[in-house]
């Protein structure tokens, strides 16, 4: 009997087409999707092989409720030393006293934050939904909207920016236990040390979803929350580039209680092969390589704004300090989602948004994985004039698709 001593024995490249030919074959599909179509969405990006490699290994087997040194189940010495990895490169990456890698997504992140800190009932004031707030901030399909008595606060409706006065007039006004600051997508960075000054004016916790902007925090090209904060919650997919995860940071003094919000309270079983991925992110997100990239997929889409405003599309705030941006389409003639719907056709995959009026669905856009793919400000440039295109005239949209392979064609995510 041959037995398994390395990765590549245990997982050849064809195992899955020999075994499950049509899941293979679904898979492959869906490389070839990304790597054929435009990934504008700002939520997504591509992991490193290594880190899928961590995904797709034995870890993937183990049980492990608890935490290092202190585990439900046996034989969990070599997953200890991963999850110690993973905690002491977070802490280290982002100058956090405390990291928790266990929560499964962000989502779980958040409500592990309110676990740790409030009390069903209680008022929190977070960015309203049609303002670019999430799901977990207040949404009445969530466990957020159910459990808690949420507060919204907006945008202006001219700028596009957080109206901070509203933020401190509703603050005095509801008191609220905790105020969340963080946002799918706001695309100006957010004035931390302000929502720091409300809460502790009102006696509030402040608890930053950084989900978003955490990647570029890592790579330097963004303010960090965590010297405000009470608990910063993130994602450790999108723009920090690792699995899909969440993660919460934190001080020493509430590290027992964010921990205990995660497991034994909202959570089971840690998900090994995804911390022992998020270990490897972080190590990547530690060096200059990705310090330059953090940088660039600002630049980058601050030259995909630029080139969208000559486009003639309405850029909400007239630009972006991340990797983010949103826009309204209607000066070209069509609405948000028509021309998501046009776009997707000519191979740009990007999402719909609020925008700071009231009603009107707009378009985000993300530049984390096109960066990922070694593109630079001139193909920003170019990407622009290629959406302009697909969204003035339908026909276009096939010339469109053929400029997109072409272009995607030069800048494979995952090269030989
Ligand atoms: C601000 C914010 N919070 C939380 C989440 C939730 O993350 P997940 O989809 O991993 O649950 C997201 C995801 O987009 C987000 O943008």
């Not at 492990?64 to 002491?88: F, I, K, M, S, T």
Request: overall charge negative; charged content about 20%.
């Amino acid at each position: 009997m041959v037995v398994a001593h390395t990765l590549d024995d245990l997982l050849p490249a064809d195992v899955l087409a020999r075994q499950d030919p049509e899941l293979a074959e679904l898979l492959i599909g869906e490389l070839d999707r990304q790597s054929t179509t435009l990934q504008l969405i700002a939520a997504e990006n591509f992991t490193s092989p290594a880190v899928l490699a961590a995904l797709g290994s034995p870890l993937a087997n183990k049980y492990a409720e608890g935490y290092p040194g202190a585990r439900h189940h046996g034989g969990c010495e070599l997953v200890d030393v991963a999850e110690r990895l993973a905690v002491e490169r977070a802490k280290t990456l982002f100058g956090a006293e405390h990291a928790n890698v266990q929560s499964h997504s962000g989502s779980s992140a958040v409500l592990a934050a309110y676990a740790a800190l409030l009390r069903p009932g209680d008022t929190v004031l977070a960015l309203g939904l049609p303002h670019g707030g999430h799901l977990t901030h207040g949404s009445p399909a969530n466990f957020s909207g159910r459990w808690f008595d949420f507060v919204g606060y907006g945008v202006d409706p001219e700028s596009g920016l957080i109206d901070y006065e509203q933020v401190h007039a509703l603050a005095r006004t509801h008191r609220p236990k905790a105020i969340v600051c963080g946002s799918i997508s706001y695309p100006r960075h957010i004035d931390y040390a302000a929502f720091r000054a409300v809460a502790d004016e009102v006696g509030a916790y402040l608890i930053a979803d950084a989900a978003h902007p955490i990647g570029l925090v890592a790579g330097g090209a963004a303010p960090s929350p965590l010297p405000y904060a009470d608990v910063v919650c993130a994602t450790t997919h999108k723009v920090l580039r690792g699995p899909r995860g969440g993660m919460l940071l934190c001080g020493a003094e509430l590290a027992e209680r964010v921990d205990r919000a995660v497991f034994p309270f909202t959570q089971g079983g840690a998900q090994m092969h995804t911390i022992a991925a998020k270990a490897v992110a972080f190590g990547e997100a530690a060096t200059p390589a990705f310090t330059a990239y953090a940088h660039q997929v600002v630049a980058n889409a601050r030259a995909l704004a630029a080139g969208l405003t000559a486009e003639g599309l309405a850029v909400t705030t007239g630009g972006t300090d991340t990797h983010l941006l949103t826009l309204d389409p209607a000066p070209l003639g069509v609405d948000g989602r028509t021309a998501r719907g046009r776009l997707a056709a000519a191979g740009l995959v990007l999402d719909t948004c609020a925008l700071p009026h009231p009603d009107v669905r707009g378009l985000r856009l993300g530049t984390a994985a096109v960066t990922t793919q070694g593109m630079g400000e001139a193909e920003m440039a170019r990407i622009a004039v290629l959406l302009g295109r697909a969204l003035r005239e339908e026909p276009a949209g096939r010339l469109v698709r053929e400029e997109v392979r072409d272009l995607t064609g030069r800048f494979p995510p995952y090269p030989d």
